[in-house]
């Protein structure tokens, strides 16, 4: 059995993020946990402890109807790197049960092997929230270095009133050619329009269009927001991976005519493990689609 050494691990919380979806932090610790074979041959993992309290008072915008409250996710990278950070579901779980107690949380991440041990400042773990996400989630130390691949992104959508905006993008290949990974990653926002282009685009939806319906007629009624289609494909355009995103997320316009007070964040990230490719990918494009094209 190795030496095992235990190191505090500094943590960041997006509190904003987290409190827009009726998240609030009570507890959030993590170790670095080392186990040394001797001086070139190390296995390292990160373990968080943590305890969330869920305010449905404090989650007063909603985008998305499901029932289940938005779920915080650990956020892990190296510091300074560019590589696409890797993420984890911290709980899937009901509005109705998510508050009624305090949830305390406990998360190991999968361990990696070095030859020189990492020190804690040389990671950076976080904990965020999004209204809306499609995440590949495996709680794991991304490489040092990733090979950024092209990236196009397109919008097809029919909807002048709800249009994504992108904050960061990424289409990368992780540890080589050869037995690594390929990752897709985008976040930002949806903007979108006035109640009333809303409402034009909510009969639009419906395939009917009155000119004389009113705001007072139809609401409160919701706009679906768009999905994502992402794809990657090598040198000859041979379609390697195509995933589907639908966001299951919506724009509501309530009872007397009001929208959200703010826009939805979002987020997706797509992996595949380059052996399961037919081919080695070289680029990778994301279209954004109406909701009822997926």
Known sequence: MGKKTIEPLAVEADELALALA??????FQARLVTESFGKKDHFQQVAVSATLRFIPGDWSDRFSGSGYVPSPHLVLNRRGTTTAP????????????????PLRIS????????KAPLHPEDLVLGLTAYDLDDLDTRFELPPARA????????DETSLDSIKPRLDSTSA???????????????????EYGTAHSLLAAYL????????????ADACPFEVDLPGLVVEVVDEGGFLLLQ??????????????????????????????????L?????????RVVDAGDL
């Not at 009726?22 to 507890?27: L, N």
């Not at 589907?244 to 992996?271: K, S, T």
């Not at 037919?278 to 994301?286: F, N, Q």
Request: net charge negative; with cysteine; aromatic share 8%.
């Open 107 to 114: 998360r190991t991440s999968s361990s990696w092997e070095c």
């Open 243 to 276: 995933r589907e995103l639908d966001l299951q997320g919506h724009i509501p316009v309530d009872d007397a005519g009001r929208l959200p007070g703010r826009r939805p964040r979002w987020a997706v990230q797509v992996g595949a493990d380059l052996e399961d």
């Open 22 to 27: 009726g998240w609030q932090v009570d507890e």
């Open 86 to 101: 890797s993420f984890e579901w911290v709980l899937i779980e009901t509005e109705k049960k998510a508050g009624k107690r």
């Open 147 to 154: 090979r950024e691949i092209p990236l196009e992104f397109v």
């Open 204 to 215: 639009a939806a419906g395939g009917w269009s009155d000119a004389r319906t009113t705001l």
């Open 278 to 286: 037919a081919g080695v990918p070289a680029r990778a494009l994301a």
């Open 172 to 190: 990368q290949l992780l540890g080589g050619d050869d037995g690594g990974k390929v990752r897709v990653h985008l976040e930002g926002t949806f």
